[in-house]
């Protein structure tokens, strides 16, 4: 990894020299050369930027539709010194037959209390040893006052579109096909 950071550096000093020369040795107007200037520091923010996601740093991306959950990191907003919670994942995708296929991949959510407790369930879960498939839903019901014992399926609770969020359900132990005796 630090290869790369290295090959990165670099590649940006070579860039500026070359913004140098271009700079000093050219008859272009400055107007040019200040565009030129700007829009190769530009590039550099826009380049380290690209760079970080790529290091590993949590995706801000949606989460996959459906995956199995490794672990759950819980960063609690902090009013004082204006400080943002997030709720930090880390996954892996699964197929059509619910089997982890690919590489863990870091995903940052916004906190928000629904989207707290549902974590810290799966946390809880993760450390009893369990293991969690998870899967996005997009809307949340808003009850009426009325309907607490409404049918959650039917038409009583409106559906409105919210925040995307997750739910988790607990993945079945494996079943092994019986043993057999081979006889020679």
Known sequence: MVEERL??????????GLLLVFCFYT???????????????AFYF???????NILGWPSEQDLPDEFRIIWVVIEEPNKE??????????????DEAKIVKGKPRAYKLEWNEGNY???????????????????????????DKDADKAN??????????????FEFEEVPAKTLPPKTLIQN
């Open 7 to 16: 090959l990165l550096i670099f590649s940006y000093l070579l860039i500026a």
């Open 117 to 143: 407790k549902k974590a810290q369930f799966a946390l809880l879960k993760l450390k009893e040893g369990e293991q969690l498939n998870g899967k996005k839903t997009y809307g949340v019901i808003k009850k």
């Open 152 to 165: 959650l399926y039917g038409s009583q609770g409106e559906q409105e579109e919210g925040v995307p969020s």
């Open 46 to 52: 826009f380049s380290w930027n690209t760079y970080t």
């Open 27 to 41: 008859s272009f107007s400055k107007k040019i050369k200040l565009f030129g200037v700007v829009f190769i520091t």
């Open 81 to 94: 010194i204006r400080k943002e919670g997030g709720l930090y994942l880390w996954v892996r995708l699964l």
